[in-house]
């Protein structure tokens, strides 16, 4: 009964139409299902006078006929708004490539650099830590290690005078090297992969621990408080005294600290400080070293004022976690005299560079300001209700749709914050990747990733989200991302080298130990065996 209604149903809509003919029994209902291209169509055939006083199976099957045009139609609006963004996407990768192509080929200036004469001589800056580049270093520091000016390159045009004082000080120069445990010769960074006898041997590791010697001795300090605490604020006058008296050095601080200095006493009139954020831009020509006093938030602080090259940071513990400042501020005395004697082993703290380019941009160069994270970037559904919709890419391959509360792009410094909350693995600092973690995915077999360092991560809010997205940048900075903007992540160039109290892996353990209690458990021991007091 229900197949002859469903025909009736049919020939009655053909007959709305204004066909004259009637298609074959077998092929009447595929045929007339293709013509049942709209939600209205299906209304007008339900509103039809013949269809009063028939059983509610038809009108069960009117319904369902409603159903499949409306999921047809939404399916075809779908596949042409997938492939528009597909094209678009495309379209945007191939610009970025091409425009890192052309950074990559555009000259560095050159900068000046004194040498052990005091004259000048005009140095070309080399990529950072990249292999071989201790060969490279041959002409200006030995056939071992890597220079100062290597790793705190300038790309920046010549400085404005304006904003260089008239007196000069000349900043400490120093050498990176590559050594082992065990080791008294220094080692180089080269011969990563033997092809001898065609066998693939890997004959020398690249994230070796770091040593920082100085060529000649620091003068100029740079010291960064954590704000509104006492404790902090009396340790910063003891320590700006003791530099000064004991050491004889500069010492720059915040305006902030500046002021509170003076007010304390006319004693720190020889403090110095900067009067606008053009000037900070320039510190890394002036500061040899800096002293952060707090915690993992003043060493994220102190890595955002630098824009570029930076300086090495000496981090004392004064906050509640301690990731990243091994060393105790009792001893701010000891440890700062082992510093600026040295040899100290330091670790390279990757950052992020992120820059978002907008929907109505006409190209991937038309994007925002360049912003360096040392921690994590954060893509998330801001107070929307509803789940963030992603489209994530690695270069030119698609990665996924992040479908949940958000997205985590993180640095291997920052796998012990956000990240580590979201699920995501603690990955010991040296080690170069980009960690993939999405935060509450609406998928039970969604699992972090982590890509390697010279991938470049791209993700877009589609143009048929439901909601805006909101991005922040280690925790600050917070930015809209609507339909069709995206964010563009990549390895940055400059690190962040962080003083070790003994070296990075011992740092990174002991961390994760007292912060995190790590594998923390009762010792399990034999029924008879005498019990632990």
């Given at each position: 009964?229900?197949?002859?209604?469903?025909?009736?149903?049919?020939?009655?809509?053909?007959?709305?139409?204004?066909?004259?003919?009637?298609?074959?029994?077998?092929?009447?209902?595929?045929?007339?299902?293709?013509?049942?291209?709209?939600?209205?169509?299906?209304?007008?055939?339900?509103?039809?006078?013949?269809?009063h006083?028939i059983?509610?199976?038809?009108?069960?099957?009117?319904?369902?006929?409603?159903?499949?045009?409306?999921?047809?139609?939404?399916?075809?609006?779908?596949?042409?708004?997938?492939?528009?963004?597909?094209?678009?996407?495309?379209?945007?990768?191939?610009?970025?490539?091409?425009?890192?192509?052309?950074?990559?080929k555009?000259?560095?200036?050159?900068?000046?650099?004194?040498?052990?004469?005091?004259?000048?001589?005009?140095?070309?800056?080399?990529?950072?830590?990249?292999?071989?580049?201790?060969?490279?270093?041959?002409?200006?520091?030995?056939?071992h290690?890597?220079?100062?000016?290597?790793?705190?390159?300038?790309?920046?045009?010549?400085h404005?005078?304006?904003?260089?004082?008239?007196?000069?000080?000349?900043?400490?120069?120093?050498?990176?090297?590559?050594?082992?445990?065990?080791?008294?010769?220094?080692?180089?960074?080269?011969?990563?992969?033997?092809?001898?006898?065609?066998?693939?041997?890997?004959?020398?590791?690249?994230?070796?621990?770091?040593?920082?010697?100085?060529?000649?001795?620091?003068?100029?300090?740079?010291?960064?408080?954590?704000p509104?605490?006492t404790?902090?604020?009396?340790?910063?006058?003891?320590?700006v005294?003791w530099?000064k008296?004991?050491?004889?050095?500069?010492?720059?601080?915040?305006?902030?600290?500046?002021t509170?200095?003076?007010?304390?006493?006319?004693?720190?009139?020889?403090?110095q400080?900067?009067?606008?954020?053009?000037?900070?831009?320039?510190?890394?020509?002036?500061?040899?070293?800096?002293?952060?006093?707090?915690?993992?938030?003043?060493?994220l602080?102190?890595?955002?004022?630098?824009?570029?090259?930076?300086?090495?940071?000496?981090?004392?513990?004064?906050?509640?976690?301690?990731?990243?400042t091994?060393?105790?501020?009792?001893?701010?005395?000891e440890?700062?005299?082992?510093?600026?004697?040295?040899?100290?082993?330091?670790?390279?703290?990757?950052?992020?560079?992120?820059?978002?380019?907008?929907?109505?941009?006409?190209?991937?160069?038309?994007?925002?300001?360049?912003?360096?994270?040392?921690?994590?970037?954060?893509?998330?559904?801001?107070?929307?209700?509803?789940?963030?919709?992603?489209?994530?890419?690695?270069?030119?391959?698609?990665?996924?749709?992040?479908?949940?509360?958000?997205?985590?792009?993180?640095?291997?410094?920052?796998?012990?914050?956000?990240?580590?909350?979201?699920?995501?693995?603690?990955?010991h600092?040296?080690?170069?990747a980009?960690?993939f973690?999405?935060?509450?995915p609406?998928?039970?077999?969604?699992?972090?990733?982590?890509?390697?360092?010279?991938v470049?991560?791209?993700?877009?809010?589609?143009?048929?989200?439901?909601g805006h997205?909101?991005?922040?940048?280690?925790?600050?900075d917070?930015?809209?991302?609507?339909?069709?903007?995206?964010?563009?992540?990549?390895?940055?160039?400059?690190?962040?080298?962080?003083?070790?109290?003994?070296?990075?892996?011992?740092?990174?353990?002991?961390?994760?130990?007292?912060?995190l209690?790590w594998?923390?458990?009762?010792?399990?021991?034999?029924?008879?065996?005498?019990?632990?007091?």
């Open positions: 009964m229900l197949w002859y209604q469903s025909q009736t149903v049919v020939i009655l809509f053909f007959h709305r139409q204004g066909n004259a003919s009637v298609l074959p029994l077998e092929n009447g209902f595929n045929d007339s299902l293709s013509m049942l291209n709209s939600e209205k169509a299906v209304e007008e055939l339900i509103q039809q006078p013949l269809l006083g059983d509610d199976h038809l009108i069960e099957f009117a319904e369902a006929l409603r159903t499949v045009a409306k999921a047809l139609r939404q399916a075809a609006e779908g596949k042409a708004s997938a492939q528009a963004e597909a094209s678009e996407w495309k379209r945007k990768y191939e610009l970025e490539k091409s425009r890192n192509l052309q950074l990559e555009r000259a560095i200036p050159s900068e000046k650099h004194l040498d052990e004469n005091g004259r000048v001589v005009h140095l070309t800056n080399k990529p950072v830590l990249s292999d071989g580049a201790a060969e490279k270093s041959d002409r200006c520091c030995g056939e290690g890597i220079c100062s000016h290597q790793v705190l390159r300038d790309g920046e045009h010549d404005d005078a304006s904003v260089v004082p008239n007196k000069m000080i000349r900043k400490a120069s120093f050498k990176l090297s590559w050594c082992c445990k065990g080791e008294k010769s220094d080692q180089k960074k080269h011969d990563i992969v033997s092809f001898e006898k065609g066998n693939i041997t890997t004959a020398e590791r690249s994230s070796k621990q770091i040593s920082l010697k100085w060529e000649s001795p620091p003068q100029t300090v740079l010291i960064l408080t954590k509104n605490s404790a902090v604020r009396m340790l910063c006058s003891e320590l005294r530099l008296e004991q050491k004889s050095l500069n010492i720059f601080v915040e305006p902030r600290v500046h509170e200095l003076l007010t304390e006493s006319s004693y720190y009139q020889f403090v400080t900067w009067e606008n954020d053009k000037e900070i831009l320039f510190l890394h020509t002036k500061v040899d070293l800096v002293v952060t006093l707090g915690g993992d938030g003043t060493v602080w102190a890595a955002s004022m630098f824009k570029g090259p930076v300086p090495p940071v000496v981090p004392f513990s004064l906050g509640s976690l301690g990731f990243m091994p060393f105790y501020s009792e001893h701010y005395k440890c700062l005299d082992s510093v600026l004697r040295g040899p100290i082993s330091i670790t390279l703290r990757h950052r992020l560079q992120c820059h978002v380019i907008r929907a109505s941009a006409k190209s991937d160069l038309d994007s925002e300001e360049p912003i360096l994270v040392l921690n994590e970037v954060t893509i998330d559904r801001g107070i929307s209700s509803f789940l963030t919709n992603l489209e994530c890419y690695c270069d030119n391959s698609f990665v996924t749709c992040v479908q949940g509360d958000g997205l985590i792009l993180s640095t291997t410094s920052g796998s012990t914050a956000y990240s580590l909350a979201a699920g995501g693995s603690m990955v600092p040296q080690v170069p980009i960690l973690t999405p935060i509450c609406h998928s039970l077999s969604f699992r972090p990733l982590i890509l390697p360092e010279h470049t991560v791209r993700v877009q809010v589609p143009f048929n989200s439901r997205a909101w991005a922040s940048f280690d925790g600050k917070r930015k809209k991302l609507a339909p069709g903007d995206a964010l563009v992540c990549s390895m940055a160039t400059w690190p962040v080298p962080t003083a070790c109290q003994a070296d990075s892996t011992g740092d990174f353990l002991r961390s994760i130990h007292e912060g209690h594998n923390l458990r009762k010792t399990q021991q034999a029924f008879d065996s005498p019990r632990e007091t």
